[in-house]
């Protein structure tokens, strides 16, 4: 958790409420790790304004938008300051597992349980 809220804040995500979800917690052979970090409707609205402002081709501003509507934006959309993307920053930390992060609107559809909270 340390990794992923240090790669956070290096980009000024909020970080207070990063969450683990996902198979990792009902799986005894995930796959991956999913980290969620879970904002209210108003960060996530500025998040994915300033990713698609730094975004440098109209297909990655699309692929924001469409995370937009969605609830989630996953940490390949993490534009600015994303050199390595947080996910690859923060896998194999601890693990041999991949990490999957994503940014998550509270009461979307991905805001879903269960949860392991640091």
Wanted: net charge neutral; charged share 25%.
């Amino acid at each position: 958790m340390a990794s992923v809220n240090g790669a956070l804040a290096k980009r000024s995500i909020p970080n207070a409420d990063v969450r683990i979800h996902g198979s990792a917690l009902h799986s005894s052979t995930p796959g991956d790790i999913d980290v969620a970090v879970i904002v209210d409707e108003p960060t996530f609205t500025k998040l994915g304004e300033r990713f698609k402002a730094r975004a440098d081709r109209p297909q990655n501003v699309k692929a924001i938008a469409d995370d937009l509507k969605k609830g989630k934006i996953a940490s390949s959309n993490f534009f600015g300051g994303n050199d390595p993307p947080v996910a690859v920053e923060v896998s194999g930390v601890g693990t041999s597992l991949q990490a999957q992060v994503s940014v998550i609107r509270t009461g979307s559809e991905f805001d879903i349980g269960p949860y392991l909270n640091k």
